[in-house]
């Protein structure tokens, strides 16, 4: 036996979604029901644990044989699951995960979805979420009221496993729906395994996975009482809305709506935060319109129900496991958030951070509410905090500065920029000062124009104008259109070999399409075209797929005239449907860069897994150690500003910071 795919069906009481697979397994009624397994591709089997039967001892001698791999989709849940059935954990350089596979390959992450897009003869069932939700969920029924003591009992809730005795049918079912999972896994794999990727790939997915097991600690009596704080406020609030407008439901955005327009007689079409914030700086003369909009802000701040999402999945050790999801981003590698979403946790700027954790752990509603006028602001700003070092250790935090336009000025042979890097300089102010030709200073000469070389440097790498300027908040700065132009112009002006590598990089790919020719583009990237793919490999040999690519028409569109299109199939971000989708130029540099950033931090978790520092998270650029004495930041910031052997003259710098518990320093 060389290669062992499985599939398992289980049951818990525990809602896999919000809790994750590391909670799930630890529900006291947790169990496997079936076992389906190919061996070496071979016919699949299915071993029925709920009915009695055992694993084959090959089988079962199998999963932890290193010299046997695993294979599954989405194969952390298989992994984790077995695992706890046998009693131990087991290691994920064992394991390979078909769903990552199909990742790779920009295919979408569902199981029934990719083996759609891959027109499969045979399909995963249909029947299988409503046999999941009969034999893998509880059942919930009603306790009928017992009158036959002395007193009456109201009738209550109670929830069971159903048993595949109770539906013997369905069970059948149910196996042979285990059965064609595997078969449908298998023939993905049998698709997606001719992609083959560089060693550091497959490295980094067990690094990955070591991260997840290990999860990090949260601060359980700070985050209780958070949630509790915002519940409780926020009923204040409604409370206060409500005696304000009458209103039966001051939530209900239908009914603000009304309310707001009623008495100031203009009609309110949205309830979005910029919206409000216009709205309420001309409504001077309605103090009441005013206070109502202070109140909606306030209740309908969403990010503190990551408080509840943490008490959701948090493990009997006091960690939450399984934050990251290995190859999230189809179109460049990069990780995504799971659970409570690391990747786009709230900002702090709270000077006294300590004290108001010291207040909310203290769990006084009226006591904190004295200290800060705008509590919610304060428990959204808190957020990162409820991440904490274990007792004894503490936490380096270490990113690096300005990756992305590092890597696109390496790309671009944007030399200047890179100069800046080399000598340490501050790029925003180094920008401004080429767009406008005086020299700027963050604290002296010309300080105001830094903000517009800034927001130059983060909005316009990509091909974006001013609408990406918008985008990035140029408004709120108080830049009008024709400053925004002009700040379109001028950086374009100063970065002309950026603006070049846009237009290389498509050319190329429209090559690559009409000939299926490999075209070598810079830094010794290759643009291709396999498997009816448009494939950009990378310079750490890692590939970028964009399935089913063909070359469109646009049609005359009021200026440009007839026009060619770059198109290919993937998820679409807005509509999270399969289908169709453009790319360009600017698009195609975006994915690299961000690729190419990727496979940077990819390298630095693996330094810091040989180094023996163990990471708790990361996000984005960034990563968290979770150090022990004498484990020191100077070594964890010694990982990012090591050379890269395959982009050596690239500059590289990490600085970091040591804490506690996770902030944004």
């Known amino acids: 036996m060389k290669e062992l795919g499985i599939d398992i069906e289980t049951y818990s009481s525990y809602d896999l979604k919000t809790c994750g697979v590391y909670r799930y397994v630890e529900a006291p009624d947790w169990c496997i029901l079936l076992f389906a397994y190919a061996v070496d591709g071979g016919p699949?089997?299915?071993?029925?644990?709920?009915?009695?039967?055992?694993?084959?001892?090959?089988?079962?001698?199998?999963?932890?044989?290193?010299?046997?791999?695993?294979?599954?989709?989405?194969?952390?849940?298989?992994?984790?699951?077995?695992?706890?059935?046998?009693?131990?954990?087991?290691?994920?350089?064992?394991?390979?995960?078909?769903?990552?596979?199909?990742?790779?390959?920009?295919?979408?992450?569902?199981?029934?979805?990719?083996?759609?897009?891959?027109?499969?003869?045979?399909?995963?069932?249909?029947?299988?979420?409503?046999?999941?939700?009969?034999?893998?969920?509880?059942?919930?029924?009603?306790?009928?009221?017992?009158?036959?003591?002395?007193?009456?009992?109201?009738?209550?809730?109670?929830?069971?496993?159903?048993?595949?005795?109770?539906?013997?049918?369905?069970?059948?079912?149910?196996?042979?729906?285990?059965?064609?999972?595997?078969?449908?896994?298998?023939?993905?794999?049998?698709?997606?395994?001719?992609?083959?990727?560089?060693?550091?790939?497959?490295?980094?997915?067990?690094?990955?996975?070591?991260?997840?097991?290990?999860?990090?600690?949260?601060?359980?009596?700070?985050?209780?009482?958070?949630?509790?704080?915002?519940?409780?406020?926020?009923?204040?609030?409604?409370?206060?809305?409500?005696?304000?407008?009458?209103?039966?439901?001051?939530?209900?955005?239908?009914?603000?709506?009304?309310?707001?327009?009623?008495?100031?007689?203009?009609?309110?079409?949205?309830?979005?935060?910029?919206?409000?914030?216009?709205?309420?700086?001309?409504?001077?003369?309605?103090?009441?319109?005013?206070?109502?909009?202070?109140?909606?802000?306030?209740?309908?701040?969403?990010?503190?129900?990551?408080?509840?999402?943490m008490l959701k999945c948090v493990c009997n050790d006091g960690r939450i496991h399984g934050l990251l999801q290995f190859y999230g981003a189809a179109r460049t590698g990069r990780w995504a958030g799971r659970l409570v979403q690391v990747q786009n946790l709230p900002q702090n700027h709270l000077v006294s951070l300590d004290y108001a954790r010291s207040l909310v752990r203290r769990g006084d509603l009226e006591e904190f509410t004295d200290n800060y006028s705008n509590p919610t602001h304060v428990l959204s700003e808190l957020i990162r905090t409820a991440f904490v070092a274990a007792p004894g250790h503490v936490f380096h935090v270490c990113d690096f500065s300005a990756i992305e336009a590092r890597v696109i000025a390496w790309l671009a042979g944007e030399n200047w920029v890179l100069d800046v890097f080399k000598k340490g300089g501050d790029i925003y102010c180094s920008t401004a000062s080429k767009m406008f030709g005086v020299p700027v200073e963050k604290h002296g000469a010309n300080a105001e124009l830094r903000q517009k070389g800034k927001i130059a440097v983060l909005a316009l790498g990509y091909g974006g104008g001013v609408s990406a300027l918008e985008a990035m908040g140029g408004a709120r700065l108080g830049l009008s259109e024709d400053e925004e132009k002009d700040i379109v112009k001028r950086w374009r002006g100063s970065n002309d070999n950026i603006v070049k590598l846009w237009a290389t990089l498509e050319a190329a790919a429209v090559k690559a399409i009409e000939t299926g020719e490999d075209v070598l583009v810079n830094r010794g990237i290759v643009v291709g075209r396999k498997w009816g793919m448009l494939t950009i490999t990378l310079p750490s040999g890692r590939t970028l797929c964009y399935p089913r690519v063909s070359i469109g028409i646009e049609r005359n569109d009021g200026w440009r005239g007839d026009h060619d299109i770059i198109e290919y199939e993937g998820t679409n971000q807005t509509t999270k449907k399969w289908g169709k989708i453009r790319t360009y130029g600017g698009k195609l540099t975006e994915n690299v860069v961000q690729a190419i950033a990727r496979d940077i931090l990819g390298i630095v978790i693996l330094r810091a897994r040989e180094a023996g520092l163990p990471v708790v998270f990361h996000i984005h650029d960034e990563i968290v150690v979770e150090a022990q004495p004498g484990q020191t930041l100077e070594q964890v910031e010694a990982l990012f500003s090591k050379p890269i052997e395959w982009c050596r003259d690239l500059p590289l710098k990490g600085a970091g910071y040591t804490t506690p518990y996770y902030l944004k320093d």
């Not at 055992?54 to 932890?64: G, N």
């Not at 897009?117 to 995963?124: H, N, Q, S």
């Not at 999860?215 to 915002?230: M, P, S, T």
């Not at 005013?290 to 503190?304: F, G, H, N, P, V």
């Open 44 to 309: 699949v089997q299915c071993v029925d644990l709920a009915s009695g039967e055992s694993l084959p001892e090959d089988v079962r001698a199998a999963l932890t044989d290193p010299a046997v791999i695993k294979t599954a989709y989405n194969a952390a849940f298989e992994r984790v699951n077995l695992g706890k059935y046998l009693g131990q954990q087991l290691d994920p350089a064992q394991w390979r995960c078909t769903m990552v596979r199909a990742a790779r390959l920009g295919l979408p992450l569902p199981l029934g979805q990719c083996g759609e897009v891959l027109r499969l003869e045979a399909g995963k069932m249909k029947e299988g979420a409503a046999l999941i939700r009969l034999f893998s969920t509880p059942r919930v029924a009603r306790r009928k009221a017992d009158d036959t003591s002395a007193g009456l009992f109201e009738p209550e809730t109670v929830s069971r496993r159903v048993q595949p005795s109770e539906y013997p049918e369905k069970w059948a079912t149910f196996k042979a729906y285990n059965i064609r999972d595997v078969e449908v896994e298998q023939a993905i794999l049998a698709k997606v395994r001719r992609l083959e990727v560089p060693a550091f790939e497959n490295e980094l997915y067990t690094a990955d996975q070591e991260i997840n097991d290990r999860g990090v600690l949260i601060d359980r009596q700070l985050v209780a009482n958070a949630e509790r704080f915002d519940t409780e406020y926020k009923a204040l609030l409604a409370h206060q809305a409500k005696t304000l407008t009458g209103l039966d439901n001051p939530n209900s955005a239908a009914q603000i709506k009304r309310y707001l327009a009623d008495t100031t007689g203009s009609a309110v079409e949205t309830l979005n935060k910029k919206v409000l914030a216009d709205l309420k700086d001309r409504l001077a003369e309605y103090p009441d319109a005013q206070e109502l909009i202070d109140l909606r802000q306030d209740m309908a701040k969403t990010s503190s129900k990551k408080y509840t999402a």
